[in-house]
């Protein structure tokens, strides 16, 4: 047994460890056939609860299918599966950035379920970011099964967001492009080819499983010269919708949590609210795929103001959605929302401008959805590549590209953050792998702090001083008050050497007389970045730290940059 166990750690370390691509290439493999599965799970399942609920809809009661999913889900996240509500994109995200990717193995399944009850039973919002979580989640889990590094298992997280996204999408490229511009933040040759696999690897799964080619079937679009300065205008109008969008999930979230309602009070309220609102207006109600589709091909029944209006109910009732307790995803809302305004937009342009001979409703259906993604996740890439490749629309590439690309500057211009990032912002918890705030952030202060420092009295006559300097390899020395031990000041020895050249001032002078009581001073609730930045501004190399008036030791430049070499090899090496 203890042969076999010998053998298998040696060709473990010669077939991976002298080459960690391919351990990340077959292990992505594997990561993007479990993240398919598990968007198969998912999709099988919503189709499911849909049609055992689609007979009841007549009913005038129907409208608590949202609000008892909503409880349901709300109820399984904290008390079963005991994670927070919300969709969980920017958790994975944050692990990532903070934490090397580390996620719970519960993570791969938890959001799936509570996803399952809230769009199953009609809440507003798509089951994209649930398999997102669970893709990473299972990547996460594999490499600490192969005992890897954190950029390894940052990798294999990226794996499981790709092939995740390419599975429910059916969409290899853009699963690839979101994992890479949006969770990770780097494009690195180490981790676009292993995420391209799995990107791969999902799709074959999800088409062997659930075969079909694109999602979205559509008829080719006419797009000509007179759709560039619509596709202009259009992207302006996507991008203020998109900052709405933004606004109105983080709002409505801050404005359930100042209710005096329970989690489950809420729950039910937001759930049945979405309930009513789908009685009149059915679209707002599930991911809202069936209704995409019309929309693209142009047999949409929808028309006029209603469309105008169905843009805000559809963003309404997702932010309620959300906000008041559901779990999914807000893809396909972006996807919902970004049809109809394209739509409304082509309504509006055609009846000012008849004789304008622009595209059919379908093309600018896609646009929307273009400019609607791109702003949203302020991620323009995403946005051409992923409605490019549910739809097959290829021959709009041109305008697609100019409304992605302006409606993520724009939305980035007056929302300079995107809605993955903003709460990650706020709290200071936004640190992409591999910069100097990340590496930083992994070292403790206490570890930089040196402590083997002789203190001297303020009292203190300077002859005796000059005696202890000369056994002393100290270069800076703490000042304290003989009675408390309360730190005074700090002499440093470039700065007393008029002093120590003249010997007919040992016996004169006292150190309370030349210590240096204006030095800035770092605590122990500083950060590292907090520390430089002290450093920086009063062009000092070394920093006392003071708590509570007690000196507690040194920080020195060359202490930091030994500890950050450390942690930068500990984070990359294999």
Not at 168 to 177: E, R, S, Y
Request: charged fraction near 15%; include cysteine; aromatic fraction near 10%.
């Amino acid at each position: 047994m203890l042969m076999m166990k010998n053998w298998y750690k040696n060709v473990y370390h010669k077939l991976f460890h002298l080459d960690d691509r391919l351990l990340l290439i077959i292990a992505g493999s594997v990561t993007g056939v479990f993240s398919g599965l598990a968007s198969v799970v998912l999709r099988l399942s919503l189709e499911s609860a849909l049609k055992w609920l689609h007979p009841f809809q007549q009913y005038w009661w129907a409208f608590v299918f949202p609000g008892i999913g909503a409880l349901l889900s709300s109820f399984y996240l904290e008390k079963i599966a005991r994670e927070g509500a919300g969709h969980g994109v920017p958790e994975v995200i944050y692990s990532v950035s903070r934490y090397g990717g580390l996620l719970r193995f519960r993570s791969s399944y938890s959001r799936i379920i509570s996803s399952l009850l809230t769009i199953g039973s009609g809440g507003s919002a798509g089951p994209e970011a649930p398999v997102v979580m669970s893709g990473s989640s299972i990547g996460s889990s594999i490499a600490k099964l192969l005992g890897l590094n954190d950029r390894q298992r940052i990798t294999l997280v990226g794996c499981g967001t790709a092939g995740a996204i390419a599975s429910i999408f059916n969409a290899p490229i853009a699963g690839l492009v979101f994992a890479v511009e949006v969770i990770l933040g780097e494009w690195k040759f180490v981790n676009i080819i292993p995420i391209a696999i799995a990107a791969v690897a999902g799709t074959e799964i999800s088409q062997a499983i659930i075969p079909e080619q694109v999602i979205f079937n559509h008829q080719m679009f006419k797009v000509g010269f007179y759709d560039i300065l619509p596709s202009l205008c259009l992207a302006v109008v996507t991008a203020l919708i998109s900052v709405l969008f933004t606004k109105a999930l983080r709002q409505t979230g801050k404005i359930a949590k100042k209710t005096p309602f329970s989690l489950w009070t809420r729950a039910i309220i937001g759930g049945c609210v979405v309930g009513i609102m789908g009685m009149f207006m059915p679209v707002v109600l599930g991911e809202g795929y069936h209704f995409i589709q019309s929309m693209i091909s142009g047999t949409f029944a929808m028309g006029g103001f209603i469309v105008f209006l169905a843009v805000f109910a559809k963003i309404f009732a997702t932010a309620v959605t959300l906000g008041w307790g559901g779990s999914g995803g807000i893809f396909a809302p972006c996807l919902v929302i970004g049809s109809l305004a394209g739509i409304a937009f082509h309504n509006v342009m055609s009846g000012l401008f008849p004789s304008i001979e622009c595209a059919s409703q379908g093309a600018y259906a896609l646009l929307g959805m273009t400019g609607i993604i791109s702003g949203v996740m302020q991620a323009p890439l995403t946005g051409i590549f992923l409605i490019v490749e549910i739809t097959g629309g290829y021959e709009t590439i041109l305008p697609l590209i100019i409304v992605s690309s302006l409606s993520s500057t724009m939305s980035h211009y007056i929302e300079p953050a995107s809605f993955y990032f903003k709460e990650l912002i706020e709290r200071g918890q936004f640190l992409r792998p591999g910069t100097d705030a990340r590496i930083l952030s992994d070292l403790n202060i206490s570890e930089i702090i040196e402590t083997d420092y002789s203190k001297v009295s303020e009292n203190m006559v300077f002859r005796e001083f000059i005696e202890l300097l000369k056994n002393s390899h100290q270069h800076f020395f703490p000042v304290i008050e003989d009675n408390t031990g309360e730190y005074r000041g700090i002499i440093q020895i470039s700065a007393i050497r008029k002093y120590a050249l003249d010997p007919g001032m040992y016996n004169m002078i006292f150190l309370n007389q030349i210590m240096d009581t204006e030095v800035i001073t770092a605590s122990l609730e500083n950060d590292l970045q907090e520390v430089l930045d002290m450093m920086d501004i009063n062009n000092m190399d070394t920093i006392p730290v003071v708590e509570n008036d007690w000196f507690i030791g040194m920080i020195s430049k060359t202490r930091i940059l030994d500890l950050y070499r450390r942690e930068l090899i500990m984070q990359t090496s294999v």
